[in-house]
């Protein structure tokens, strides 16, 4: 997915528990994961039933889902594991609302790539500061469709590819990367006779 450790938020209403997952499950296979799920508990049902829909075994045996009720566990799920998964930043906050995407985690932890959950605010800013979307390296959206099948996600910002950010998008439901090829623009030649 990333070639070296960076930061990726993404600010999803529907369909980012199901993309996060598909994530922790990819990332699995070459690396050590840590997911702070601080909005649905790690041994909850609901938790359960996504890691077994979304994870392959690897990843079942793998990855590190302690709860987390401080920073310091934030802390020590970090240190433990490559790529850490938070949700939320929101939740984040109400343990320690000084708390900054830069200072807390990118200067603090090199290295280390995290993926942080973002709740969008009613008026579509990212809860959290503009200041988290500016620091981010990759900013990703998911646009929601009224069929859950068409919902998809979508880098509002992406520092490390080299493609237009309206020509990718990942479907949810299919767990697939599209790639929509620019139209080439025809040019119609006439051949002219001349008398």
């Known amino acids: 997915f990333l070639a070296h450790p960076s930061h990726i938020n993404c600010l999803m209403s529907v369909g980012k528990t199901s993309f996060v997952f598909q994530?922790?499950?990819e990332f699995a296979k070459h690396y050590k994961v840590g997911h702070a799920s601080i909005e649905e508990h790690p041994e909850s049902a609901l938790y359960e039933n996504k890691a077994e829909r979304f994870w392959n075994e690897n990843?079942?045996?793998t990855v590190?889902?302690?709860e987390i009720n401080s920073m310091e566990d934030i802390h020590n799920l970090i240190m433990r594991n490559d790529v850490i998964v938070i949700d939320s930043f929101s939740k984040l906050l109400s343990m320690n609302n000084k708390i900054t995407l830069d200072e807390t985690f990118r200067k603090k932890y090199d290295g280390k790539?995290?993926?942080i959950i973002y709740q969008l605010t009613s008026d579509g800013k990212m809860r959290g500061g503009s200041s988290s979307q500016f620091d981010g390296d990759i900013i990703l959206f998911?646009?929601?469709?009224?069929d859950f099948k068409d919902n998809y996600v979508f880098a509002d910002k992406n520092r490390y590819q080299n493609?237009?950010?309206d020509e990718l998008h990942?479907?949810?439901a299919t767990a697939k990367l599209?790639?929509?090829e620019p139209e080439e623009n025809l040019v119609l030649t006439e051949e002219v006779e001349r008398i």
Request: aromatic share 12%; no cysteine.
């Open 170 to 172: 990942y479907n949810i």
């Open 64 to 66: 590190d889902s302690p």
């Open 163 to 165: 493609r237009s950010l």
């Open 142 to 146: 998911v646009e929601k469709f009224p």
């Open 178 to 180: 599209m790639i929509d």
């Open 59 to 61: 990843a079942k045996a």
């Open 113 to 115: 790539l995290f993926i």
């Open 23 to 25: 994530l922790i499950n």
